[in-house]
């Protein structure tokens, strides 16, 4: 496709509930990024991904919160045993190369955690 | 660690008139981005400009042009010909140049902007 491409676009989950978000960058992007948004706040960042390669995953707030790019393509968070602060939007970014390229947004996933 | 703070939460501005949305942010380094971004309710994250902090020229696109004054660690948005398009949250973002991190955007709280018909 020709932009980030995430999915779902809503997620409501039980709280204990396990979900997987995932997002599928613009093809050929190298570098890969999740974000977290609470409401009313700026996006955080929760990790990074070069090709398949985890290089920094100093964002993710708990052991709860796990992502993957096994094939240095398409990305997947999952969060285990879902909790109320867990409620945001989750956003992902993909950028060609490093740090000087632009990176382009999805449309990011709502969770909310009942 | 770097900060970024929008001190409006909310704006407004006539159509067709000017508006000028305030970003302060705090660093050591000498070298990094200065972002704005756009997010529209669909909730995706627009790129609206970027200025090098090293360009002592500041940055314009079109009706959206930038003062920044690396000094006072102050990076402004001047929206002109406000359209009702551009109703939406703003937010000023920072990234470092090189280096540990670099990869990472910090971003403020966001500017809440609506253009009143």
């Known amino acids: 496709g020709a932009g980030v491409s995430q999915s779902p676009r809503y997620k409501v989950a039980k709280r204990g509930q396990d979900v997987a978000l995932r997002c599928d960058p613009i093809?050929?992007?190298?570098?890969l990024f999740w974000y977290q948004q609470a409401l009313g706040q700026g996006p955080e960042f929760l990790t990074y991904f070069q090709n398949e390669a985890q290089l920094d995953k100093s964002g993710l707030p708990s052991d709860r919160f796990f992502a993957e790019r096994p094939e240095g393509s398409v990305s997947t968070l999952k969060i285990q045993r879902t909790q109320q602060e867990d409620s945001a939007v989750y956003l992902c970014a993909s950028s060609f190369g490093g740090g000087h390229t632009e990176a382009f947004f999805g449309q990011g996933t709502r969770l909310t955690v009942v | 660690a770097q900060t970024v703070t929008q001190s409006q939460p909310e704006m407004s501005v006539q159509e067709a008139e000017t508006v000028t949305l305030s970003c302060t942010y705090d660093t050591s380094e000498n070298n990094y981005y200065l972002f704005w971004y756009k997010q529209p309710p669909s909730r995706q994250m627009i790129l609206v400009i970027r200025q090098e902090a090293y360009k002592q020229q500041n940055a314009t696109e079109n009706r959206f042009s930038v003062n920044f004054q690396k000094a006072a660690k102050s990076f402004s948005l001047k929206i002109s010909d406000s359209q009702l398009g551009d109703t939406a949250m703003y937010f000023c973002a920072f990234r470092l140049y090189s280096g540990a991190g670099s990869y990472q955007l910090t971003f403020g709280k966001g500017t809440k902007l609506s253009v009143i018909p």
């Open positions: 093809s050929g992007h190298v570098s």
